[in-house]
């Protein structure tokens, strides 16, 4: 099994060739809107250095969002490009639970786990789950202020992490169950390869002519968006 997997969520991309569950290559670059010319680039780069062809994979993965509108819209244009020229399926990882898959291992596992996206102003693209990945907020646009994830935090100790919790940690990180990793999380193509191998195995695949990229469009207007306040 022999996947190739695309991360443009966020500024610049990544992207990874795992083979039967282990990594083999991957290439992260984080620049500011990288183009659709240097993501195919990498991706043909990571194969061959892997050893194999393109015409050699199984299946291509990206992640699907949320994230940026632009980074999106290249990495799942090309992705599906890839897989009508090579006639392979393709499988679409959350943005949000390969982020989490990050982060899992260095905290207890009765700790919940938000990853968060940043969007505009105050806003993040955000979800929660817990330590199985197991989805205990669905995703959602959130606007940041005091009250958010307040019954929450008072219940349960919360990580929270991505690029947009630099918003979160000024309001919520003087709360005793409100973590914030020490490093930089970024969206990786790594863990859309890891979790894209599990949807393989269980022939997880999407619709190449109908799938789009989840780009949370209900929330990318002018109108009011709501707070995440309680579970």
Do not use: W
Not at 59 to 82: F, H, I, M
Not at 171 to 191: V, W, Y
């Amino acid at each position: 099994m022999l996947i190739l997997s695309i991360d443009t969520t966020t500024r610049g991309c990544s992207v990874a060739v795992h083979q039967d569950n282990t990594l083999v290559a991957s290439y992260d670059l984080l620049t500011d809107r990288s183009s659709s010319a240097m993501l195919t680039t990498l991706m043909k780069n990571a194969v061959e250095h892997a050893g194999f062809s393109l015409e050699a994979l199984d299946a291509v993965a990206v992640a699907k969002g949320p994230g940026s509108y632009t980074g999106l819209r290249v990495g799942v244009s090309t992705a599906k490009g890839l897989c009508y020229a090579l006639d392979k399926p393709l499988i679409a990882i959350s943005s949000l639970e390969a982020l989490t898959t990050q982060t899992t291992a260095f905290y207890p596992n009765d700790f919940l786990f938000c990853p968060m996206i940043d969007a505009r102003r105050m806003e993040v693209f955000a979800a929660v789950y817990n330590s199985d990945l197991e989805l205990i907020l669905p995703t959602q646009a959130v606007i940041i202020d005091t009250d958010s994830f307040g019954e929450l935090l008072q219940e349960r100790s919360v990580v929270f992490f991505g690029d947009g919790a630099a918003k979160c940690k000024p309001i919520l990180g003087s709360h005793p169950n409100a973590f914030f990793p020490g490093q930089a999380i970024e969206p990786s193509a790594r863990t859309v390869g890891v979790l894209a191998t599990k949807a393989y195995a269980s022939a997880q695949f999407e619709d190449l002519a109908s799938f789009e990229p989840y780009y949370l469009k209900d929330f990318m207007g002018t109108k009011p968006r709501n707070r995440i306040v309680n579970p």
